[in-house]
Antibody, heavy 124, light 107 residues
Framework: QMQMQESGPGLVKPSETLSLTCSVS????????WSWIRQSPGRGLEWIAS???????NYNPSLKSRVTILLDTSKNQFSLKLRSMTAADTAVYCC??????????????????WGQGTLVTVSS | DIQMTQSPSSLSASVGDRVTITCRAS??????LNWYQQKPGKAPNLLIY???SLQSGVPSRINGSGSGTDFTLTISSLQAEDFATYYC?????????FGGGTKVEIK
């Protein structure tokens, strides 16, 4: 059974960079797309970015200028960096796997495995 | 961005009730629509993908339907473990977006 676990600081100061890592066990990251999603009372669920097993990245345009997502196949991990943090970035950050399924000739994408999430608070 | 709007935002129901949640997309998304259930302190759990395909392990009392802009999640007979918040999510665009959620509470 695949498990995903986020790690990183719970508290970040304004203007600093958030660095989070998602460790994947019970499966290899050398397939599928992998994503970061955050959740806050004000913004709800917000997809941040995805990275493929080959390193292809896809970013939410609203965050693209501040975000980097990277894959580390040697450690079976992927990471998120979010620069210039503000109070508006306070949220629970989750990592998730993107599954692809073919249904009636179309390819469908959905998040089928998630980490438990880690609360990140931005405060001085 | 494709906006996803869910209604109602919350509802109260009893065990055994039939519950329907709707999700509307701001543009046609075919059947590129997924549903998730989230319980307090937990990550969302996939229920339905491609609008109507049941994820493995999800009970058959949960059903998804719809296409284009209007979608429905139905729980045919609400059980105690179904009290949670439900979210829709579109994957028509690579800019994945979620609905605001529907909280199902005990009446």
């Amino acid at each position: 059974q695949m498990q995903m676990q986020e790690s990183g600081p719970g508290l970040v100061k304004p203007s600093e960079t958030l660095s989070l890592t998602c460790s994947v066990s019970g499966g290899s990251i050398s397939s599928h797309y992998w994503s970061w999603i955050r959740q806050s009372p004000g913004r709800g669920l917000e997809w941040i970015a995805s990275v493929s097993y080959s390193g292809t990245t896809n970013y939410n345009p609203s965050l693209k200028s501040r975000v980097t997502i990277l894959l580390d196949t040697s450690k079976n991990q992927f990471s998120l960096k979010l620069r210039s943090m503000t109070a508006a970035d306070t949220a629970v950050y989750c990592c998730a796997r993107v599954q692809e399924s073919a249904v009636e000739g179309n390819n469908f994408y959905y998040f089928d495995h998630w980490g438990q999430g880690t609360l990140v608070t931005v405060s001085s | 961005d494709i906006q996803m709007t869910q209604s109602p935002s919350s509802l109260s129901a009893s065990v055994g009730d039939r519950v329907t949640i709707t999700c509307r997309a701001s543009q046609s998304i075919g059947n590129f629509l997924n549903w998730y259930q989230q319980k307090p302190g937990k990550a969302p759990n996939l229920l339905i993908y491609a609008a109507s395909s049941l994820q493995s392990g999800v009970p058959s009392r949960i059903n998804g339907s719809g296409s284009g802009t209007d979608f429905t999640l139905t729980i045919s007979s609400l059980q105690a473990e179904d009290f949670a918040t439900y979210y829709c999510q579109q994957s028509y665009s690579t800019l994945f977006t979620f609905g605001g959620g529907t909280k199902v509470e005990i009446k």
